[in-house]
């Protein structure tokens, strides 16, 4: 800081630019208010369909959110400049003191080029002569030196904030600049160690990383600063190369145990900073996408680019761009190391370093980490599955008889079709010695988002997007694919809790499907927001029947269609339904085919449990009861809605709102009866029997549908309460005749007796 510019110094600029902000502070507070109570609350409860349903509702949302984002990052702003200012005014002040001070030792103090020069006056000398001059010179340039601090470290706050991102807002909160400052310095000093030589880190070392790492993972101006000082190549190598066997003998033996929290840690910071858009962080992301499929080594060998960076990928949301393109990386080494898929890559090998410290797998396929960062990003992962693997241009060895001619020709492969279906999985441990399920299990879970809209292992909520064309066009593959080969999933069990949840989510197009209807009304019986999925009738009955067999996937779908069936009661029996979007049938047969496809969907689930318990798989009946009840907990925020089977329910003809959140007591009283039932094993009641199992269904079946047309009934104070429990018995009874023609239609995939209609 000149000495000059600090005495003479003027703020009142900088003090109207601090008042300014903090105006911008409470319009823009305003604004998010207005914006999210006004905007982004009718864009949830608006009657949307068709295009609107995704992409204008989506846009409106985000939108709104931005506001939100700005104040956010204008509060940052304000308080950086509060505070640098404060402290200028500061050392402005003790600057002026400590010159008042001198004059009172006979000292006078001028600028310097931009500096100063402290003298003894000429006529009468300072009491301690020379030492008076020299601690009046340290105090002056003490004072400048804070304040050069003060005005580097906000002027470095601000353009770091203010780069986060090209466009839009950053949602980056400080609450003054020295949390700012110290966040960057902090990145300088972590990063300075991780680029240390493995073999000279020390244990006090690991473990500073490792802490700061974790307090400052969610941190956006520490996390891009952190990568960016490491660099994207840096970054691999730091991981790679302290995974070294024997590379820290003293760091392994101490810190065996904290490698896992540190692989944690380091993958969510490197997951915030990629949401940063500066040059810097670009070019990390440019750096580590273009090792994805190369050695790290000059002179090759293992590990790749990929394997380094996807074990770190395992948390956090990283950003979908770089998602992305980074997946592509990975199928283009896919298709080099595997002849395009001729044989299995990725093999771990015993002297590997070990990449992955989750202990479900060696780390060693760079695909497993790769879809786990799938599932925490849906948009990426709906756009990953969908783009293409292989066209039939390539020299490959997967064909078809695309022309029902009896001639094999090469058919396109999109991603979803290769590692859903063909790929041939390397054979991976986990820390047990068992055989690693990860891979196929990350997979399910990357699905589950890229065809719900939202990250798997959550439920959809009311920000969630009606499924697009992108997710809706998948899911028609999935349910195809498991369709022409259950063993697709049954062979791998462990997937089936998220095809089950995913099952969950398209109920309205999965009993559009069920529905056949000659008269053309389903999308008047089973409304839909956004883009439906093109389902096969017996697709579908397959589907059902091959996830019914899994305790997990049985109860998702099983608890979303009682909650569907019963949100259907509701809708269809409600007076108030606009004409244009009522059922053309009477009340009798609108219960009896809700009754029905409901039936049908509980059926066909029935005969997946029959499998499960009589079968090989030897399941025990309580399994699934237990499973129903565990179910409970994922609907806690959400009973009494339409949003736990999905945002393309539309939940309320009140105000038209499409899955907005609008409570409706029917399907929450069905909902926690079927909870209450699944707590005292119901199901067990049942013997090792085909037929009693599916009896002892049926009428939980008939129990549910009655119960929800009798609610809707009475919530409603219609005329015919007495007489929906029949209507919805005859339904029951269709819908599980129904289930039970459609599955011995496709007899020679099962192994248990199918109960005759």
């Known amino acids: 800081m000149n000495f000059e510019d600090l005495h003479s110094a003027k703020f009142k600029l900088l003090d109207d630019l601090v008042t300014d902000w903090s105006s911008m502070l409470t319009k823009l507070k305003t604004l998010e208010t207005d914006a999210k109570e006004g905007l982004q609350g009718k864009a949830l409860k608006a009657n949307w369909a068709g295009y609107n349903a995704t992409v204008s509702r989506e846009f409106i949302i985000k939108s709104a959110g931005e506001f939100g984002d700005a104040h956010t ?78 005005d580097t470290s906000g002027s470095e706050a601000l353009k770091a904030l203010v780069d986060l991102k090209d466009y839009g807002f950053s949602d980056a909160k400080y609450k003054d600049r020295d949390t700012a400052d110290a966040a960057l310095k902090e990145a300088e000093a972590l990063a300075k160690i991780a680029k240390k030589n493995p073999e000279d880190l020390t244990v006090k070392e690991f473990d500073l990383l490792n802490a700061g790492l974790q307090k400052y993972a969610n941190d956006d101006l520490f996390a891009e600063h952190f990568a960016t000082n490491l660099g994207g190549k840096g970054t691999l190598d730091f991981w790679a190369d302290l995974n070294q066997p024997m590379i820290n003998p003293e760091l392994t033996r101490e810190r065996r145990e904290q490698m896992a929290d540190l692989q944690k840690n380091l993958g969510l910071t490197l997951a915030t900073a990629s949401q940063s858009d500066t040059v810097a962080m670009e070019t990390w992301k440019r750096d580590v996408v273009a090792f994805a499929d190369k050695p790290l080594e000059k002179n090759g060998g293992m590990p790749f680019g ?18 992305n393109d980074y997946g592509n990386k990975l199928v283009e080494a896919e298709k080099k190391l595997t002849n395009n898929g001729a044989h299995v890559a990725w093999q771990p090998m015993g002297m590997d370093p070990q ?6 797998d060696s780390g060693w396929d760079p695909m497993t980490g790769y879809f786990k960062a799938l599932a ?6 709906t756009d990953f599955f969908n783009g293409t ?72 909520n009311q920000y969630t997007e009606p499924h697009n064309e992108g997710q809706a066009h998948l899911m028609s593959d999935l349910v195809a694919s498991v369709s022409e080969d259950p063993k697709r999933l049954t062979d791998h069990p462990h997937m089936s809790d998220s095809v089950g949840q995913i099952t969950s989510e398209y109920l309205p197009d999965i009993n559009r ?62 007076p108030d339904l606009p004409a244009d979007q009522r059922y053309p049938h009477s009340p009798e047969e609108t219960v009896q085919a809700i009754a029905r496809r409901s039936g049908e969907v509980s059926g066909s689930l029935a005969i997946g449990m029959q499998e499960a318990v009589l079968g090989p798989a030897s399941k025990e009946a309580k399994e699934f009861s237990d499973s129903v009840a565990q179910q409970k907990n994922a609907w806690s ?94 339904g029951r009874d269709d819908g599980f005749n129904d289930a039970a023609t459609s599955a011995q239609r496709m007899a020679d995939h099962l192994t248990t007796e199918v109960p005759a209609a």
Not at 127 to 145: A, F, H, M
Not at 376 to 381: L, R
Not at 515 to 536: C, I, M, R, V, W
Request: charged share 25%; hydrophobic share 35%.
């Open 73 to 150: 990052q204008a509060t940052s702003i304000h308080n950086i400049l509060r505070d640098t200012r404060d402290e200028l005014k500061t050392q402005q002040r003790l600057l002026k003191e400590a010159i008042e001070r001198g004059r009172g030792k006979n000292l006078t103090v001028t600028p310097n080029g931009g500096g100063f020069t402290v003298r003894e006056n000429p006529d009468k000398k300072a009491p301690n002569g020379q030492t008076d001059v020299d601690d009046l010179c340290r105090e002056l340039q003490g004072i400048l030196n804070k304040a050069t601090e003060s």
């Open 306 to 323: 990929g394997q380094v960076m996807s074990n770190l990928m395992r948390w956090g949301d990283y950003d979908d761009r770089f998602l």
């Open 355 to 360: 990449l992955n410290h989750t202990g479900t």
């Open 376 to 381: 925490n990003s849906p948009d990426a992962a």
């Open 389 to 460: 693997f292989l066209t039939n241009d390539e020299d490959h060895d997967f064909t078809e008889d695309a022309n029902d001619n009896g001639k094999q020709e090469r058919r396109t492969l999109s991603n979803f079709d290769y590692f859903f279906e063909e790929r041939d999985w390397p054979r991976d441990f986990d820390k047990e010695g068992e055989e690693s399920i990860a891979g196929r299990n990350n997979l399910a879970m990357a699905l589950e988002a890229a065809t719900t809209g939202h990250p798997a292992g959550e439920m959809p």
């Open 513 to 574: 499907a069920l529905a056949d209807d000659p008269h053309g009304n389903t999308d008047k019986l089973f409304p839909l927001a956004g883009t439906q999925a093109q389902l096969e009738h017996k697709d579908v009955t397959a589907l059902l029947i091959t996830v019914g067999q899994s305790p997990d996937g049985h109860a998702a779908v099983e608890v979303g269609q009682k909650a569907y069936m019963a949100s259907l009661m509701d809708y269809h029996l409600n």
């Open 637 to 730: 925020g959400a009973i009494g809605t339409g949003i736990g089977v999905g945002v393309s329910f539309i939940a309320t003809p009140v105000g038209g709102a499409v899955a907005g959140g609008v409570a409706t007591t029917v399907s929450g009283m069905v909902l926690e009866h079927i909870f209450q039932q699944s707590e005292t094993d119901v199901l067990t009641e049942a013997s090792q029997d085909a037929g009693e199992l599916w009896e002892k269904n049926r009428d939980l079946s008939a129990e549910h549908s009655q119960m929800a047309a009798i609610d809707a009934a009475k919530t409603h104070g219609l005329d015919y309460q007495d007489q929906v429990a029949d209507w919805a018995l005859e």
